[in-house]
């Protein structure tokens, strides 16, 4: 997962984004993957409950990272994205959005939709540090 992303990873630093490099550190065992965009009424209904998740439980494991894939572009847009061009995303592109997967390094599904928020929130807990940042796709 960690090289699929690599070279396209920003972080976000209180309100701004900074550009991040996700090979600099030990790759977490585990991605909380979300396919969003700002046009999608319910995806802006969803980012904030993300996001509480994120502040409470997640962004405390060391073990996970939240990884934001965005659809906002137009439709021609998307096709050049670099994650519907990487093999490992592929198989895991969503039919609509707001999309939730939670996956493992290798890029294995564990679990989808709001059971993927649930289990990471779980996963985090066992793998807790003070700081880990989320990581987000440009």
Not at 69 to 98: T, Y
Request: net charge neutral.
């Amino acid at each position: 997962m960690a090289k699929a992303l690599d070279g396209s990873t920003v972080v976000l630093d209180g309100k701004l984004l900074k550009k991040h490099d996700i090979l600099a550190s030990k790759a977490p065992e585990y991605y909380m993957l979300y396919w969003g965009a700002s046009w999608c009424g319910p995806c802006r209904q969803a980012a904030p409950h993300l996001a509480e998740a994120y502040d409470e439980t997640i962004s405390k494991g060391k073990n996970i990272d939240v990884v934001h894939l965005s659809c906002d572009q137009d439709e021609d847009g998307m096709v050049s994205f670099k994650w519907s061009k990487e093999k490992i995303f592929k198989p895991m592109a969503p039919k609509g959005i707001p999309n939730y997967k939670l996956v493992d390094a290798e890029g294995k599904i564990i679990a989808e939709g709001e059971e993927a928020k649930s289990k990471a929130k779980e996963l985090a807990g066992k793998g807790t540090t003070e700081e880990s940042p989320g990581a987000l796709s440009k």
